[in-house]
């Protein structure tokens, strides 16, 4: 059983930076693709991206592409969603979630971390 736990989220102003962390345990951790969603109030979850266990490829939401990354350090089983030039838009509660294959249901979860980008 992973267990997921997401860090790092405040309040920002727009234009403004921030960092998130999610750190994992209870799990092989190089054997997981890990993933980014956020989920705004009154809204669906959507994704932001994700990230593959072997090469380190990503996948970004056109909404997120180019100010987003997505990166992981296996040997502190931690994967980053680094966000620049943040938008109100980008307020919203972030997960990430952990899969051992690709078009699975993502079957770990984080409890989430709040973003609030300010205008």
């Known amino acids: 059983q992973v267990q997921l736990v997401e860090s790092g989220g405040g309040l920002v102003q727009a234009g403004g930076s921030l960092r998130l962390s999610c750190v994992a345990s209870?799990?092989?951790?190089?054997?997981?693709?890990m993933g980014w969603f956020r989920q705004a109030p009154g809204k669906e979850r959507e994704s932001v991206g994700h990230?593959?266990?072997?090469?380190?490829?990503?996948y970004y939401a056109d909404s997120v592409k180019g100010r987003f990354t997505i990166s992981r350090d296996n040997a502190k089983n931690t994967v980053y969603l680094q966000m620049n030039k943040l938008k109100p838009e980008d307020t919203a509660v972030y997960y990430c979630?952990?899969?051992?294959?690709?078009?699975?249901?993502?079957?770990?979860w984080g409890q989430g971390t709040q973003v609030t980008v300010s205008s």
């Open positions: 979630a952990a899969v051992r294959v690709y078009g699975s249901s993502w079957n770990y």
């Open positions: 209870g799990g092989t951790f190089s054997n997981y693709h």
């Open positions: 990230i593959s266990r072997s090469d380190g490829s990503t």
